[in-house]
């Protein structure tokens, strides 16, 4: 079933983005970028939206939009004129600044090249539940992240073509007219 694998693949895309022992950083206020998200298992296209505690991520063919204000989530499905509501946890989500929760310690690694544009690289220490872990993150001119990377290079998040302004509020509301579904329970996703 269609919203099963939707699902699925929104709740994988919700930790690839945002690990909850990462919480990788997004941008300081409002932005626009397309995200590219890269793993051993594939390569991930994605164009984010964020304003004021409010994130929108555009994928091919759904569409997840993120309300800390609410504590909810949005998971919508254009083809089908249908979404689904589901809580969220807002210490999961990203933060609004290029400092990691639990962050330890930042050490400057120079300057890089990033998509034509310098950036600063640094490695990062944090610690989160007890445990302590480091990546790699690459700050442009906009202040915000221009790539996270795990250390052993096993994943990397890239920011392109980022916009920085206010985005349209209409971009953070299930669209109008789209019928509300129930998620199904995750006996039923097994079965």
């Given at each position: 079933?269609?919203?099963r694998i939707f699902v699925s693949t929104g709740l994988i895309f919700l930790f690839l983005l945002f690990p909850a022992d990462l919480k990788a950083q997004t941008a300081p206020g409002d932005f626009s970028a397309d995200i590219v998200?890269?793993?051993p298992q594939g390569t991930v296209s994605m164009k984010m939206y964020s304003t004021a505690g409010k994130s929108r991520m555009e994928m091919p063919g759904n569409i997840m939009i993120i309300r800390q204000d609410l504590h909810v989530?949005?998971?919508?499905?254009?083809s089908?004129?249908?979404y689904m509501e589901q809580p969220i946890d807002p210490s999961m989500l990203a933060k609004t600044s290029?400092?990691?929760p639990g962050e330890i310690e930042r050490v400057p690694m120079g300057n890089e090249l990033i998509d034509g544009k310098t950036?600063?690289?640094f490695k990062i220490t944090y610690e989160v539940s007890g445990r302590r872990d480091s990546l790699y993150q690459w700050i442009g001119a906009e202040e915000m992240p221009a790539r996270v990377q795990a250390i052993d290079g096993s994943w990397t998040v890239d920011y392109k073509n980022?916009?920085?302004?206010?985005?349209?509020d209409s971009l953070f509301e299930p669209p109008a007219g789209y019928q509300k579904m129930a998620i199904p329970s995750m006996n039923n996703?097994?079965?």
């Open positions: 079933m269609n919203s998200s890269s793993t989530m949005w998971m919508v499905m254009p089908q004129n249908m290029r400092v990691m950036t600063q690289k980022i916009s920085m302004g206010r985005q349209p996703i097994n079965t």
